[in-house]
Nanobody, 124 residues
Framework: QVQLVESGGGLVQAGGSLRLSCAAS????????MGWFRQAPGKEREFVAA????????SYADSVKGRFTISRDNAKNTVYLQMNSLKPEDTAVYYC?????????????????WGQGTQVTVSS
């Protein structure tokens, strides 16, 4: 089992920045691909970013490319999402997810473990 706990969410004005963190515990963290997803009210959960265990392979949703950066520190069992130039449409609950395979995936169903989420609200 892997337990994931997100932090770093909050309220920010448009154009601002936030850094989300996801702390993992349990089984070996470094062998997992990790992803960030988000879900706005009334919408389906959508892919944001993902990274392989070594960080050499990353993937981003088109809507966040150039603004968000995913990274991880395997020594700290933590994955990060640096979010810059935030827009009101980025408002959502952000979830961290871990996948048993070291293959980056963009579909929520391919992830095995999920955190409880952290709220990000961007005001205009």
């Amino acid at each position: 089992q892997v337990q994931l706990v997100e932090s770093g969410g909050g309220l920010v004005q448009a154009g601002g920045s936030l850094r989300l963190s996801c702390a993992a515990s349990g089984r070996t963290f470094s062998s997992y691909a990790m992803g960030w997803f988000r879900q706005a009210p009334g919408k389906e959960r959508e892919f944001v970013a993902a990274t392989s265990y070594g960080g050499g392979r990353t993937s981003y949703a088109d809507s966040v490319k150039g603004r968000f950066t995913i990274s991880r520190d395997n020594a700290k069992n933590t994955v990060y999402l640096q979010m810059n130039s935030l827009k009101p449409e980025d408002t959502a609950v952000y979830y961290c997810a871990a996948r048993n395979l070291n293959i980056v995936a963009t579909v929520p169903g391919r992830y095995d473990y999920w955190g409880q989420g952290t709220q990000v609200t961007v005001s205009s």
